[in-house]
Every structure is written in structure tokens, then in C-alpha cells.
């Protein structure tokens, strides 16, 4: 187990300042263009998956997601107490990922998000995004547990651009992204409307694909 916590914190702490951070980056270099900024932060941000789920995978199952982390218990995977324990791990070393992003590029550490993100758009966008994360995961461990790795640095690439909410898909970047006022963020007020609807597409993804995971 301590492992295992180890391996989410460090996993948790890379993605999430891979995504404020070169989210940061891409709005510095894109000239205003907000279209190449998202390209920059999307490729980033894939790449980073496609490292840490092929480097910690095997030791954590790479989750650095509640909804996803929820999903593989209900799947039978470590107990309850171990889901809390995991859960507050990634949402601690979230935000540390965030504050050194931050730092790094000279903001104040300390902020709050002004872009509001909200609407049932929106909020189907991150269901959507949330299903297909979750899905994509199952579905590929089953039947090519090698290509995980590729499949969602893919599928995310993919939910960055045909989602309307640009597939946070994931409840702990959510809160992380929160406290960051730059490309990424997300005004603390349009936070529970995603949460919600990221924990109903993880849960749906996980009833709806169980018979294709039957032998």
C-alpha cells in the first residue's frame, strides 16, 4: 500500500503540473490564439499520460482519479479504506502539482480561478468525457492491457477537442484546477456541476461495458 500511495502522489503530481503548467506555456507562446494554446496544452498533457501510466501502472494501476479509483473498487481492487487513503493522496498531491506550476513560471502560488465553466453542456461534456476515460480503460485492460498506455494518452487528446468542457474527466484536477487563475482553471463555483457529472459517466462506463468484460 505504501507504495502504491507513493507511486499516485508522484503520478498525480506530474500530471496535474504537466496540465496547469503547459497550459501556462501554451497561453505565454500561442499569440492569443487560443486554438494553438489548447493544442499545446492537449499534447502535453497526452504525452505525460502516456509516460506515467506506462511508468507506475504496474505498481498503482495509475489512476491519479477518484471516479476512476471508485470504479476499480467497485471491480473488487484493494478495499474501501485504501480507496479513502488513495483518494487523499491524489487531491493532496494535486494540488502541490498546481502550486508548483505555479512557482515555476513566477505566479503567485496562491489563487483562485475566475473562468467559469458551467451549463448542462458543459456538464454533459464532462459525462461524456468521464464515460469514454473510463470505458477506454476497462475495455483496453481487458482485452490489450500493453496498449493502456496509448489508449488513454489518445482517447484524451481525442476528449480535449470534441468535448465541450475539454474532458477534465477527473474530480481531483477539478478541485486542483480551482485554485489555479490561468488557462486551466476552473471558477470553484462551476466545480460541483463537473464533479457530479464526472462521478455519473464513471459510474455509468462501469455498469454499462460489464458485459463486454465477460469471458
Not at 481525442?158 to 468542457?165: E, K
Request: charged share 5%; hydrophobic share 55%.
Amino acid at each position: 500500500m505504501k507504495q502504491r500511495l507513493w507511486a499516485e502522489a508522484l503520478g498525480t503530481f506530474f500530471l496535474f503540473a504537466t496540465v496547469v503548467g503547459s497550459g501556462i506555456m501554451a497561453e505565454q507562446l500561442a499569440g492569443g490564439s487560443t486554438a494553438v494554446a489548447l493544442i499545446g496544452n492537449t499534447l502535453a498533457t497526452a504525452a505525460m499520460l502516456f509516460v506515467l501510466i506506462a511508468m507506475l501502472g504496474p505498481v498503482s494501476g495509475a489512476h491519479f482519479n477518484p471516479a476512476l479509483s471508485l470504479v476499480m473498487r467497485l471491480r473488487g481492487d484493494c478495499c474501501w479504506q485504501g480507496l479513502a487513503a488513495t483518494i487523499a493522496v491524489q487531491l493532496g498531491a494535486g494540488v502541490l502539482g498546481v502550486w508548483c506550476a505555479h512557482a515555476m513560471f513566477g505566479l503567485p502560488v496562491l489563487q483562485v480561478s475566475q473562468h467559469l465553466r458551467a451549463g448542462p453542456g458543459q456538464w454533459l461534456g464532462e459525462f461524456v468525457a468521464t464515460f469514454g476515460l473510463v470505458a477506454t480503460i476497462l475495455l483496453t485492460l481487458r482485452h490489450r492491457p500493453a496498449a493502456v498506455p496509448a489508449s488513454v494518452a489518445l482517447y484524451i487528446a481525442a476528449a480535449y477537442w470534441f468535448t465541450s468542457s475539454t474532458s477534465f474527466a477527473n474530480p481531483a484536477i477539478t478541485l486542483a484546477r480551482s485554485i489555479s487563475d490561468t488557462f486551466a482553471g476552473i471558477a470553484p463555483g462551476s466545480v460541483p456541476g463537473f464533479i457530479a457529472a464526472q462521478f455519473a459517466g464513471a459510474l455509468a462506463a462501469h455498469f454499462a461495458v460489464r458485459g463486454l468484460l465477460e469471458d
